[in-house]
């Protein structure tokens, strides 16, 4: 596997680990086709595909008969993809649009259909996403009680222009003002860029890579955080996560809880801190629209690898160009059972759905039926006299209310 990196390993390291000693990984920061061509690797894999150097060397595996993939780095997000001058709206390459190697790793379902849309619905394969893999294999944080530690954070890139950071820096400046008049709310800041220094907090943000953010989560009861990949781990761990967002872009990744205006943030502080069952399923559904989970994604990113080197493989021995079918992974969901929310949670005002007793619930279930037979029984005995007496009654009651008001 030709690996073209300079950064980002954290994507692709787990799927390494998984293959073992099935495969050799080779890690190329230069990024000469040449180069490249000459090790004759089975596969060329990537994580993004912006930058030119990587696309020359996609160009050139393909030529070659070379397959190439390429994995999605985190959550679609509206302003990088149409708002970020770096890319498509300031004249550089689009992201995704198309996707220039032969497949790419989606993290969830809810990408691959994005991404699909872009032109590329032979190349998306739902895996997703290996750099989360250490959530599954950590031991899961027990849920905390409704509690008052609230964790509010930024993604790596606050804004990708100055107006955008400043519209930011903005939204977390009413935050921490509304977050100070609560004591009882204690706040754990975990800031990217110069953010903590302008708002006067103290960060707590060490490294963006490793297991810190997932040690966080398990002391909170919740988090707030701009459009993030991160949101996705808040949800993992089972918290309540609000997107705070003053952009009023298009969300590829809905929340239950979203604070877009000043007025917002009260509610759903005060809502986080005892969050309700039905939008913690909510949550859940999200998730796993997001997100291919609760199992690991580097073995089904690994089957991907392993069956495109050996289409290719194939191919060439029969002297033909490689063809890559669309769907090569089978896309599996969690059971109903993993995901049902209990009635009783979601509905708490209700009292039938608190009686767990079956002998209790048949005996009134046979009442309400008895009654309803008898009920029905009695409408359809009922003629043409009965409602017509009925209409009646209804006239001379309408009669005597005007009556009385004209008295009156």
Same mark, same amino acid.
């Given at each position: ?9 954290? %994507?692709?390291?787990? +799927?390494?680990? #998984? ?5 050799? #990984? ?9 180069r ?13 595909? +912006? ?23 985190g @959550? ?19 992201q ?11 993290? /969830?379902?809810?990408?691959?259909? %994005? @991404? ?38 930024t993604?790596?890139k606050?804004g990708?222009?100055? %107006? ?18 609560h004591?009882? @709310? ?7 860029k ?8 103290? !960060? ?11 040690d ?26 609000? *997107? ?7 969300? #590829? ?38 997100l ?16 495109m ?9 029969? /002297? ?12 599996? %969901? ?14 708490? /005002?209700?009292? +039938? #759905? ?15 039926? !008895?009654?309803?037979? *008898? ?9 043409? /006299? ?13 009669l ?9």
């Amino acid at each position: 596997m030709w690996c073209l990196l300079r950064d980002q390993f954290a %994507h692709v390291n787990p +799927v390494e680990e #998984f293959l073992g000693d099935r495969a050799e #990984f080779i890690h190329d920061s230069s990024w000469e086709p040449r180069r490249m061509l000459s090790a004759s690797p089975d596969l060329v894999l990537c994580v993004n595909d +912006v930058h030119y150097g990587v696309a020359r060397c996609l160009d050139a595996a393909r030529t070659a008969g070379i397959p190439s993939l390429v994995m999605q780095d985190g @959550i679609l997000e509206w302003r990088c993809q149409y708002e970020n001058p770096r890319l498509g709206a300031g004249g550089g390459a689009p992201q995704h649009q198309p996707v220039l190697a032969d497949k790419i790793a989606c993290i /969830g379902p809810s990408s691959a259909r %994005h @991404i699909a849309s872009w032109g590329n619905v032979s190349k998306v394969e739902v895996t997703g996403m290996p750099r989360l893999d250490y959530l599954l294999r950590r031991e899961r944080p027990p849920k905390r009680r409704p509690g008052s530690r609230l964790l509010v954070m930024t993604a790596k890139k606050p804004g990708f222009t100055e %107006h955008q950071t400043r519209l930011t820096l903005g939204s977390l400046s009413g935050l921490k003002e509304y977050l100070l008049s609560h004591a009882e @709310i204690e706040v754990v800041w975990r800031l990217t860029k110069d953010l903590s220094r302008q708002l006067g907090v103290e !960060n707590q943000l060490k490294s963006l890579e490793g297991s810190e953010l997932a040690d966080l989560l398990a002391q909170v009861d919740g988090m707030i955080t701009t459009p993030s990949t991160a949101m996705l781990e808040g949800m993992i761990v089972d918290r309540p996560v609000a *997107c705070l967002d003053y952009h009023n872009a298009p969300r #590829f990744v809905p929340t239950a809880w979203t604070i877009s205006a000043p007025t917002h943030i009260a509610g759903v502080v005060t809502e986080m801190m005892a969050p309700p069952a039905a939008k913690m399923a909510f949550q859940r559904e999200c998730l796993l629209d997001c997100l291919s989970w609760p199992s690991p994604a580097s073995p089904r990113v690994a089957e991907l690898i392993v069956g495109m080197a050996a289409a290719a493989r194939d191919a060439r021995r029969q /002297g033909h160009r490689p063809h890559l079918p669309a769907g090569m992974l089978v896309l599996t %969901h969690p059971t109903s059972e993993e995901r049902l929310a209990p009635l009783a949670e979601v509905y708490p /005002g209700s009292k +039938v #759905f608190q009686d767990n007793d079956i002998q209790s619930l048949q005996s009134r279930l046979a009442r309400a039926e !008895n009654e309803n037979l *008898c009920l029905t029984r009695q409408q359809s005995q009922r003629g043409i /006299g009965y409602w017509i007496q009925l209409a009646g009654r209804e006239t001379a009651r309408r009669l005597k209310t005007r009556q009385l008001g004209a008295e009156q």
